[in-house]
């Protein structure tokens, strides 16, 4: 299957800096990228979708201005947890969605990056 | 999307089939049926999809009741690396990527 990565795999960082996580799909084009978050013992949540060359569209309740998504090319997308605060310490996954795979299954998840902020 | 009721929890026996069940009774005509897993401190594994038909491949089987409300994940000989979180998703294909997670089914099989 197709397959998706991100980096850094986790980070530790402290309060007030701003932590840029990157997610690639590896080898195939993805015009759509999805980002997640997922807090201890609870299920992943929907942050926000990033498009390719336009700006992405966020959930209800995440801030734009904090956690900044660029997807310059169709291979990449990051996600930029600015000024970050401890309560943004989460596990935050990618996904990639391959338009190209006709009938098949078209969304891949990344391995996901484990933020910790001291 | 439809919303989807999983068991919070499920005990299987190594080797033994593990059958995981969800419900969707407001699942729409046009609305798939997905499975994902998520084992401990991973990314989400994509395992079947359906529509109305019985589908399997080679990690499990997937069983829609004819009504569609409801549908049946087979895992025909779990193992240990079974152990994970289940997730039942109803969407439309269209909106593949943006999927809402319940909060599954932590399935543990055991020795």
């Known amino acids: 299957g197709a397959v998706v990565s991100q980096h850094p795999s986790w980070v530790i960082c402290k309060s007030g800096t701003s932590v840029k996580i990157e997610c690639r799909s590896l080898?195939?084009?993805?015009?759509?990228m999805f980002w997640y978050r997922q807090f201890p013992k609870q299920s992943l949540m929907l942050m926000a979708t990033?498009?390719?060359?336009?700006?992405?569209?966020?959930e209800q309740g995440v801030e734009k201005d904090k956690f900044l998504i660029n997807h310059a090319s169709l291979t990449l997308s990051t996600l930029t947890v600015t000024s970050a605060h401890p309560e943004d310490s989460s596990f935050y996954i990618c996904?990639?969605?391959?338009?190209?795979?006709?009938?098949?299954?078209?969304?891949?998840f990344g391995p996901g990056t484990r933020l910790l902020v001291l | 999307d439809a919303k989807t009721t999983q068991p919070t929890s499920m005990d299987c026996a190594e080797g033994r089939a593990a059958n995981l069940p969800c419900n969707h009774s407001?699942?729409?005509?046009?609305?798939?049926v997905y499975w994902y897993r998520q084992i401990h401190s991973q990314g989400p594994q994509y395992i079947i999809h359906?529509?109305?038909n019985n589908e399997t491949n080679e990690m499990a089987s997937l069983i829609i009741t004819e009504d569609r409300k409801s549908s049946t994940l087979i895992l025909p000989h779990a193992t240990l690396r079974d152990t994970a979180v289940y997730y039942c998703?109803?969407?439309?294909?269209?909106?593949?990527?943006?999927?809402?997670f319940g909060d599954g089914t932590t399935l543990t099989v055991k020795p």
């Open positions: 990033s498009n390719e060359g336009s700006k992405a569209t966020y």
């Open positions: 359906g529509l109305k």
């Open positions: 407001t699942i729409s005509g046009n609305e798939y």
């Open positions: 080898d195939f084009q993805a015009t759509t």
């Open positions: 996904s990639a969605r391959d338009q190209g795979r006709g009938t098949q299954e078209t969304q891949y």
């Open positions: 998703i109803v969407r439309v294909r269209a909106n593949a990527g943006k999927s809402t």
